[in-house]
C-alpha cells in the first residue's frame, strides 16, 4: 500500500466537482486501500479522493481507530463509499466542530443535518444504503461535500474563514522557516 500526497487548501483540485466512479475493479480497490492507509498516516478519520488529488466521488471513514499500549496504530472499522449520495435528510440540525486533513492545524464549528441518509456502493461495488446518525453523519456529509469541491470552511462566516485561513498561512510559514 502507498501513502499518498495530500492536497492542502487553496489546491484548485479541492474546488472540483469529482467524477462518478464507473466500475469497481481490483485497480479501484488498491486506490482505496491506498486512500485508507493514507489517511490512518495523516491521522484522520476520513478521506475523500479529490484530497488526494483525484477527483472521483470516492470516501473512506474510519473513526474507530485505536492505539495500542506500544503506540502502534490499530485500524478500527474502515469503511468505503463509492459514489456516495444523499437521498434524505432530517429535519434537525447538530452543531459540531470540525478539522480537515486539507485545511491543516485548523478547526471550527460547522451545522450538519442530524440524520443522513445514503446511498453508496461499498468495496465490492455492492449497492447499500445506511441511515448515519451521530458522528457518522457529520462525517459523512464533510467528506461528500469534499466531492461537489466544498470544504467546511466554506460552510462557515466569511469573517471566521478569513481568520481560519490567515492562521493556516502563519503556521505554514512557521513550518517552512523550521526546515
Ligand atoms: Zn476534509
Not at 480537515?100 to 443535518?113: D, M, N, T, W, Y
Not at 440524520?115 to 457529520?138: H, N, P, T
Not at 461535500?145 to 505554514?172: F, Q, V
Request: hydrophobic share 35%; net charge negative; charged share 40%.
Amino acid at each position: 500500500m502507498t501513502v499518498l500526497k495530500v492536497f492542502e487548501y487553496p489546491d484548485p483540485i479541492l474546488k472540483k466537482k469529482a467524477a462518478a466512479v464507473e466500475k469497481v475493479d481490483d485497480e479501484l480497490r488498491r486506490f482505496l486501500d491506498d486512500m485508507l492507509e493514507t489517511m490512518y498516516s495523516a491521522v484522520g478519520v476520513g478521506l475523500a479522493a479529490p484530497q488526494v488529488g483525484v477527483s472521483k466521488r470516492i470516501v473512506v471513514i474510519d473513526y474507530e481507530q485505536e492505539e495500542d499500549e506500544n503506540g502502534n496504530h490499530l485500524r478500527g472499522r474502515p469503511r468505503y463509499f463509492i459514489n456516495p449520495e444523499i437521498v434524505w435528510t432530517s429535519e434537525e440540525r447538530v452543531c459540531g466542530e470540525e478539522g480537515c486533513l486539507s485545511v491543516p492545524g485548523q478547526r471550527a464549528e460547522v451545522e450538519r443535518f442530524e440524520k443522513i441518509r445514503v446511498r453508496y456502493l461499498d468495496y465490492d461495488g455492492k449497492e447499500r444504503e445506511i441511515l448515519a446518525d451521530d458522528f457518522l453523519a457529520i462525517v459523512l456529509q464533510h467528506e461528500i461535500d469534499h466531492l461537489d469541491g466544498i470544504l467546511y470552511i466554506d460552510r462557515i462566516s466569511r469573517l471566521k474563514r478569513n481568520m481560519l485561513i490567515k492562521k493556516m498561512e502563519k503556521r505554514r510559514e512557521e513550518e517552512a522557516r523550521e526546515k
